[in-house]
């Protein structure tokens, strides 16, 4: 395999021609928010890396950290990507308020005014990796009295609990994002037309990603182009959706992180923690599955058309790599696992280390350690975890991961799709 990296290493000619391309590469992010800085610093090692993204495809709050790798307003990418500690609460306030206040505000008429007074109450600036607890407790003192004195409305008995705000729009440049080179997918569920849509490059907008973000109960649908929408991560909590449907020739590997299900799949602590995990787990199993099932497919179709005879017969997938939150010294310890869904600025920092070297690790072990040993590490295939070798065993007795089967029982069309020799198929529909 040859280095992710886009930068060669020798520099005359004769040896720019015996240098491997790097591979295409795209990356896939969705998680769960009070852990999205797993996911900034995941992305902050890459681009301090410059490992080449072509594409990054996106579900629920990995639609976030995507815009801000790709187009932060004002700032480089490392910078906007570095300060997503900030949003998170003092550990100190945090013990009597066990709430995101700065970042969900009540569902009501006040809610956008409430956010730009909070934009004008007196902060002192305070690094986002510093602990500093006491100006912490101060600038989000500020920001609870602002939520205790926010009005609510009827709309928080009929449609859902929180409003949406303008923060997306002073976080990110639209602009920047229609013009940038790396392709942009963000999905969200048409309540209206009962599919999937996923918007790209050119017709994400603010819009867009809170309809992404429309999780029932939390926050109300949203309306996009005459539509209603809701997350799009209750139906594709990965991401592949689009790499399947828009990328799948234009890839040679697709980076996921670690959905980490034990994580999810544990006791409540508390009731606040078991809300977040009734909303979570049916998610999360979801995500693990369909992160196992392309897995499986790309890892049998793979290895099937590397076979002389067979290069024709089946359609090879870009392959599915994971970074991993298990492996030390960038592991995240099971006994930690009852706090990662928590709000508080030291998870936030914690969890940013951790995916900063593992993202680090990933790239160095690809560059230095046995191709083989490094499929082994990194494959997705290698890695699933039990409930996906329970799941995909099904699949397996049913020979659908053989592509001898396909060969045998289906005939590709000459667009380019599937169908059973002998029979009909509806063509696939692209969001």
């Known amino acids: 395999m040859a280095s992710l990296s886009a930068?060669?290493?020798?520099?005359?000619?004769?040896?720019?021609?015996?240098?491997?391309?790097?591979?295409?590469?795209?990356?896939?992010?969705?998680?769960?928010?009070?852990?999205?800085?797993?996911?900034?610093?995941?992305?902050?090692?890459?681009?301090?890396?410059?490992?080449?993204?072509?594409?990054?495809?996106?579900?629920?709050?990995?639609?976030?950290?995507?815009?801000?790798?790709?187009?932060?307003?004002?700032?480089?990418?490392?910078?906007a990507l570095r300060e997503l500690p900030n949003l998170f609460v003092s550990d100190l306030l945090y013990r009597f308020v066990p709430l995101n206040f700065k970042v969900f505000y009540k569902n009501g008429p006040f809610a956008q005014a409430s956010y730009e007074f909070r934009e004008h109450l007196p902060k002192i600036p305070v690094d986002p990796a510093?602990?500093?607890?006491?100006?912490?407790?101060?600038?989000?003192?500020?920001?609870?009295?602002?939520?205790?004195?926010?009005?609510?409305?009827?709309?928080s008995y009929r449609s859902g609990l929180m409003s949406q705000v303008s923060m997306l729009e002073d976080l990110v440049d639209?602009?920047?994002?229609?013009?940038?080179?790396?392709?942009f997918y963000l999905s969200a569920f048409d309540l209206t037309a009962k599919t999937q849509r996923i918007f790209r490059n050119q017709d994400v907008g603010a819009d867009a990603y809170r309809a992404a973000q429309a999780m029932f109960l939390l926050f109300p649908?949203?309306?996009?182009?005459?539509?209603?929408?809701?997350?799009?991560?209750?139906?594709?909590?990965?991401?592949?959706?689009?790499?399947?449907?828009?990328?799948?020739?234009?890839?040679?590997?697709?980076?996921a992180l670690d959905p980490m299900g034990p994580a999810i799949w544990r006791?409540?602590?508390?009731?606040?923690?078991?809300?977040?995990?009734?909303?979570?787990?049916?998610?999360?199993?979801?995500q693990v599955l369909t992160?196992?099932?392309?897995?499986?497919?790309?890892?049998?179709?793979?290895?099937?058309?590397?076979?002389?005879?067979?290069?024709?017969?089946?359609?090879?997938?870009?392959?599915?790599?994971?970074i991993p939150f298990d492996a030390p010294p960038c592991d995240i310890p099971p006994a930690y696992y009852h706090e990662m869904l928590e709000w508080t600025h030291d998870n936030a920092v914690t969890l940013e280390s951790i995916?900063?070297?593992?993202?680090?690790?990933?790239?160095?072990?690809?560059?230095?350690?046995?191709?083989?040993?490094?499929?082994?590490?990194?494959?997705?295939?290698?890695?699933?975890?039990?409930?996906?070798?329970?799941?995909v065993r099904m699949f397996d007795q049913l020979r659908l991961f053989a592509p001898a089967f396909w060969r045998e029982h289906f005939v590709r069309h000459p667009e380019g799709h599937w169908r059973p020799r002998g029979g009909t198929s509806h063509a696939s529909e692209e969001a």
């Open 7 to 79: 930068e060669g290493g020798r520099n005359d000619v004769e040896a720019v021609s015996t240098i491997a391309a790097p591979p295409r590469i795209g990356i896939v992010l969705s998680g769960w928010a009070p852990a999205m800085t797993l996911m900034s610093g995941v992305m902050r090692a890459l681009i301090e890396d410059n490992i080449p993204i072509r594409v990054i495809s996106t579900s629920g709050i990995g639609g976030l950290i995507g815009l801000l790798s790709l187009a932060p307003r004002g700032k480089a990418p490392d910078q």
């Open 130 to 155: 510093a602990a500093k607890p006491l100006v912490r407790f101060f600038n989000d003192s500020m920001d609870l009295l602002a939520t205790v004195l926010t009005p609510t409305g009827l709309e």
């Open 174 to 183: 639209f602009a920047q994002l229609r013009n940038h080179n790396t392709r």
């Open 221 to 255: 649908p949203e309306h996009v182009d005459g539509h209603l929408f809701t997350t799009g991560a209750t139906h594709d909590p990965t991401g592949l959706q689009a790499i399947w449907l828009h990328e799948r020739n234009k890839l040679d590997m697709i980076i």
């Open 267 to 286: 006791a409540p602590k508390n009731i606040h923690d078991a809300f977040q995990l009734m909303l979570l787990n049916p998610i999360v199993a979801l």
């Open 291 to 322: 992160f196992a099932l392309y897995a499986n497919i790309e890892f049998a179709s793979n290895q099937f058309a590397g076979s002389a005879s067979q290069t024709s017969a089946v359609p090879t997938l870009p392959k599915l790599y994971r």
């Open 355 to 391: 995916g900063y070297c593992a993202a680090k690790t990933f790239v160095r072990d690809q560059r230095l350690v046995n191709p083989n040993d490094f499929e082994m590490q990194y494959r997705y295939f290698h890695r699933l975890e039990r409930r996906s070798r329970q799941f």
